[in-house]
């Protein structure tokens, strides 16, 4: 139902923009759409979300005006741009859907690998 995609080896400084494909059905039953990351031996940690409208985007304060969230609701796909890549955003990284008004996200992505190399 998700499928991300995107991820790769990239040098710091670089750029990767991630791509989350979500099933028409999942993608209108449950529109808010967050991008997660999980680094070796680490807790998986919220990166940002975007709603419906694309109007609501929060970021974690890591990523705040290095990446960007947005969608496209015709293609059923979420993007997440990076830039200006750090070491530190190494991860495997996860989208994942939830309903309006869910306090949790209910279906999830097999995961994208991102490494960035100083």
């Known amino acids: 139902q998700l499928q991300a995609s995107g991820g790769g080896l990239v040098q710091a400084g670089g750029s990767l923009r991630l791509s989350c494909a979500v099933s028409?059905?999942?993608?209108?039953?449950?529109?808010?759409v967050g991008w997660f990351r999980q680094a070796p031996g680490k807790e998986r940690d919220f990166v940002a979300a975007i709603s419906r409208s694309g109007g609501i985007t929060p970021y974690a304060n890591s990523v705040k005006g290095r990446f960007t969230i947005s969608r496209d609701n015709a293609k059923n796909t979420v993007y997440l741009q990076m830039n200006s890549l750090k070491p530190e955003d190494t991860a495997v990284y996860y989208c994942a859907t939830k309903g309006v008004g869910s306090s949790r996200y209910d279906y999830w992505g097999q995961g994208t690998q991102v490494t960035v190399s100083s």
């Open positions: 028409g059905r999942t993608f209108s039953t449950y529109p808010i």
